[in-house]
């Protein structure tokens, strides 16, 4: 059987879409739909029912994506396996989370592991396939991972803040939620500011300006473009470094935390432990100077 064909199929399964998965493979539309027609003669079931606005998977089609899911995910972890024995580890974490978080912290962690090559890869939403060894994670999520082959840490809880420069014209402290929507407001692909003027029914005075990353809406407040809004531990460096001040934190309690996950099989990973606690560490120190 044609893997290629079963990786379009699984594309095409996760987005029910034929056209939404040529764009992604970088294939025709009709190109797609070749590979199924062939894949269902293959297998001599039919996986899709083709619909005006896209396709559905039919009950064959979805024991098949069950099946073509967990091998894909278990090539792509033995893949990552490979070439990974030693003192590489590869940090997967959320764009904003690298440049905010990380980078500031690179001198230190070089200083601590200097025989550690430290690889980061960046997504966009939590890895879906199993950690292999060397390998760690950084995530948001409302509990930690169930699945039996990850070990998982809460590292902090996501409280949210507002922050703008402290050169950027604002009413003073404290301010309350209907004076902050009335001010210049930077938004993120998470639609933060959009949720609070749904649920107050305020309408701000200003257009909002959405960014698609947090780090690119909090430099935007860096140059006095706005007020942008992110988790608190995302903004502690600029705010420590004075490029940034809070104007308002949020008084909803926390529904997320952050944690950070490494594979079981760590027991042959003698590095994985020290980093992780390092990691611990660093989100302990900031809720120390935070006074939690």
Not at 4 to 28: G, I, K, P, W, Y
Not at 215 to 226: C, F, S, T, Y
Request: net charge neutral.
């Amino acid at each position: 059987m044609n893997l290629n064909s079963l990786r379009v199929f699984a594309c095409v399964a996760q987005h029910c879409n034929l056209q939404r998965a040529a764009d992604e493979l970088n294939l025709t539309r009709g190109a797609v739909s070749q590979r199924i027609k062939q894949l269902e003669i293959d297998l001599g079931v039919t996986l899709l029912e083709r619909q005006a606005r896209g396709v559905v998977l039919t009950p064959e089609g979805a024991r098949c994506q069950e099946a073509v899911d967990k091998a894909l995910a278990t090539l792509e972890t033995m893949v990552a396996e490979l070439g990974r024995e030693g003192e590489q580890i590869t940090l997967h974490l959320g764009s904003s989370t690298a440049a905010k978080w990380l980078m500031p912290r690179m001198g230190d962690f070089a200083a601590r592991f200097p025989r550690i090559s430290l690889r980061t890869e960046v997504h966009s939403q939590q890895l879906s396939r199993d950690l292999a060894r060397n390998e760690i994670a950084i995530w948001p999520g409302k509990t930690s991972d169930p699945r039996p082959f990850q070990n998982a840490r809460a590292l902090t809880d996501i409280c949210l803040v507002a922050v703008c420069s402290p050169n950027f014209p604002r009413p003073d402290w404290p301010m309350d939620l209907e004076t902050l929507l009335m001010l210049p407001l930077l938004q993120d692909e998470h639609r933060r500011w959009e949720a609070l003027i749904a649920s107050t029914g305020f309408r701000p005075r200003h257009r909002l300006l959405n960014f698609d990353r947090s780090a690119l809406a909090l430099d935007a407040a860096i140059e006095g473009h706005g007020v942008a809004i992110a988790p608190t531990y995302i903004v502690e460096n600029d705010v420590n470094r004075k490029r940034l001040v809070e104007v308002w934190v949020s008084p909803e309690p926390p529904t997320q935390q952050l944690f950070v996950s490494w594979s079981h099989e760590h027991v042959r990973q003698p590095y994985i432990d020290r980093v992780v606690d390092w990691i611990a560490s660093e989100f302990s120190s900031e809720q120390v100077r935070k006074g939690r």
